[in-house]
């Protein structure tokens, strides 16, 4: 498949650098699919809607069951993901910060906030994928989780994934990296890449990429997230996928 051209605005770097964001968006939007309107169709995406509601519901039962875990026992609540469920994005962050603790909800405050203008920078509202976490509770005092810990939720990452189903997963982060990949190396080194990843007989086109959070902290690295977005832009439109 040939691949489209995508128009950004000239000026991308003097202000999205500086997290404004808005201003940038993709001139060239996906085609949509063409929709069957059959009775037939509706009722088995229903079905699929339902069967999704209640398999996260028991997804978020079993890891609320967890004992001895120093994350679960210094979190306030857990936060399984948010957003649209019938998503073909799936969007993995490393863990819940204190103001996700509080709310209950994915990416809030001033991390939510640039990932917003992240995902608008591509034509995307962020309640229009589904977003969630590696770890679904809280590390004491925002500390990176530990490998044991990320590969004890990784077994709770995989079915998140195989309930969502989606046809592109964006990892943002070495927790969410080591998570899904078993990779450890820096990010650095393996963002940007596409990776075909298998998850229960599943294969899912995955891109790494930073965490709106260490971008806070290093904005000089947002140039290297908008090679990522742009090529995360691009896949969409090969996929031809509607989000």
């Known amino acids: 498949m040939s691949k489209k051209v995508i128009n950004q605005k000239t000026n ?19 085609i949509n699919r063409l929709k069957n309107t059959s009775n037939d169709l509706k009722k088995d995406l229903s079905i699929q809607k339902i069967d999704k509601v209640k398999e996260l519901a028991n997804l978020k039962e079993q890891i ?19 957003g649209n469920i019938n998503s073909p994005i799936m969007l993995i962050g490393e863990a819940p910060g204190v103001e996700e ?41 925002d500390r990176k989780p530990n490998s044991t810990e990320i590969k004890r939720y990784s077994q709770f990452l995989q079915k998140h994934i195989s309930i969502i189903n989606p046809k592109i997963i964006i990892l943002m982060g070495s927790t969410a990296m080591e998570s899904l990949t078993g990779l450890n190396s820096k990010i650095s080194i393996e963002r940007g890449k596409w ?7 599943t294969s899912y086109n995955v891109i790494i990429t930073f965490n709106p959070s260490y971008l806070l902290r290093a ?9 990522d977005l742009k090529k995360i832009k691009q896949k969409i439109l090969e996929l031809n996928l509607s989000v």
């Open 195 to 201: 990776k075909e990843v298998i998850v229960k007989n």
């Open 64 to 82: 609320n069951s967890i004992s001895d875990c120093n994350l679960k026992n210094n979190s306030k609540k857990i936060i399984l993901g948010d």
């Open 101 to 141: 603790d509080n709310a209950g909800l994915t990416f809030m405050g001033e991390v939510g906030d640039l990932l917003k203008k992240m995902l608008i920078a591509i034509n995307i509202e962020k309640q229009n994928i589904y977003t969630t976490y590696a770890v679904n509770f809280r590390p004491p005092e």
């Open 12 to 30: 991308f770097d003097s202000e999205f650098l500086n997290s404004t964001g808005s201003d940038f968006i993709f001139d060239e939007k996906p």
């Open 219 to 227: 904005p000089e690295n947002k140039k290297h997230s908008w090679d």
